[in-house]
């Protein structure tokens, strides 16, 4: 495959810092969500041409445990991560089995669909396959600026949900009610709890979606309902919280983690995305040469949206 595009992820930062997993093997080339077009295929390829445009999973298991035939194919035991573990998208070429590639269409351009798998999968199995999003629920979106929360914002919108997103700044704020959030708050002027509980006529949030994980771990709990679940795929801020197991099960709430997604959850973002339902949101665009400039505004928070490299 001919990499047109190359979104970032927190991963690629993680990986090139080190210290957590497997260690790699050098050289290593990063990059999880990639855009190319079809530079050649195997013998056995059926369904794939050459020039096709087509994006690549995430994560890439072995299709035929138990895990990967219900559909879990996150939780196989030999899932691998794009770019982590094997080799990714900062790159002119790569290379993936064909059951891993997804063609697309030309209602996107390649920065935009490189822009979709992995945060957009992520966010499917958070909200539909572990939330189970329904209409009547009011979901809290954390931070709305990143690639999940944008996904997250948009995919509770298409379930008819009522949505309340939190974001560092006020100009991502805006943005956020923008793609669709019913109300958002800048989180470093003050608490989302009283927001919530306004919201939802003292209620709290039936539904919290969190990649954020410490800082906001008690006032999530504090605004969710009686029944609420909370699903979270990300620590960025830290892994330690202290839990108090009386106020969970007193007010009967779930908490569920939740890790990247399986094929049917892509296909399913995807078909929406075809529809016009739901759309991926690019950032900026850097060249391929200048990925240190990239992951810089990655970690300085910058961005609304995806940082996406062109090679
Ligand atoms: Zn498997």
């Given amino acids: 495959m001919r990499v047109e595009a190359c979104a970032l992820n927190h991963l690629d930062i993680w990986v090139r810092q080190g210290g957590r997993g497997p260690s790699l093997s050098m050289p290593h080339i990063l990059g999880n969500d990639v855009c190319g077009v079809v530079e050649d295929v195997?013998?056995?390829?059926?369904?794939?041409?050459?020039?096709?445009?087509?994006?690549?999973?995430?994560?890439?298991?072995?299709?035929?445990?138990?895990?990967?035939?219900?559909?879990?194919?996150?939780?196989?035991?030999?899932?691998?991560?794009?770019?982590?573990?094997?080799?990714g998208g900062y790159a002119e070429l790569t290379k993936a089995h064909a059951a891993d590639v997804y063609p697309v269409s030309d209602l996107l351009g390649p920065e935009e669909w490189a822009a979709v798998p992995l945060t957009f999968v992520t966010a499917w199995r958070m909200l539909v396959g572990r939330g189970q999003v329904k209409p009547s629920d009011t979901v809290l979106v954390h931070a709305a600026g990143s690639g999940v929360g944008v996904a997250a914002i948009q995919i509770a919108k298409?379930?008819?949900?009522?949505?309340?997103?939190t974001a560092g700044s006020d100009a991502k704020c805006r943005k956020?009610?923008?793609?669709?959030?019913?109300?958002?708050?800048?989180?470093?002027?003050?608490?989302?709890?009283?927001?919530?509980?306004?919201?939802?006529?003292?209620?709290?949030?039936?539904?919290?979606?969190?990649?954020?994980g410490q800082a906001v771990w008690e006032d999530s709990l504090q605004a969710m309902a009686v029944g609420g679940r909370m699903v979270f795929c990300g620590v960025t801020t830290g892994v330690s919280v202290s839990l108090d197991m009386g106020f969970i099960y007193r007010r009967q709430l779930t908490i569920m983690g939740s890790f990247m997604g399986g094929r049917h959850e892509?296909?399913?973002?995807?078909?929406?995305?075809?529809?016009?339902?739901?759309?991926?949101?690019?950032?900026?665009?850097?060249?391929?040469?200048?990925?240190a400039a990239a992951h810089q505004r990655m970690l300085d928070r910058k961005n609304f949206g995806k940082i996406v490299l062109i090679p």
């Fill in 42 to 87: 195997g013998s056995e390829v059926a369904g794939l041409e050459r020039g096709q445009r087509v994006i690549l999973s995430a994560g890439v298991s072995c299709k035929k445990c138990p895990a990967c035939l219900r559909g879990d194919d996150s939780q196989c035991r030999e899932f691998v991560i794009r770019g982590f573990q094997i080799p």
């Fill in 158 to 165: 298409l379930f008819g949900a009522t949505v309340m997103a």
């Fill in 176 to 212: 956020a009610i923008e793609i669709g959030a019913d109300a958002a708050v800048n989180y470093n002027k003050r608490s989302f709890v009283e927001d919530v509980k306004q919201m939802t006529g003292g209620r709290g949030a039936d539904l919290v979606i969190d990649n954020v």
């Fill in 266 to 291: 892509l296909l399913a973002a995807l078909r929406e995305m075809e529809r016009g339902r739901l759309r991926p949101i690019v950032d900026k665009t850097f060249p391929l040469r200048q990925a």
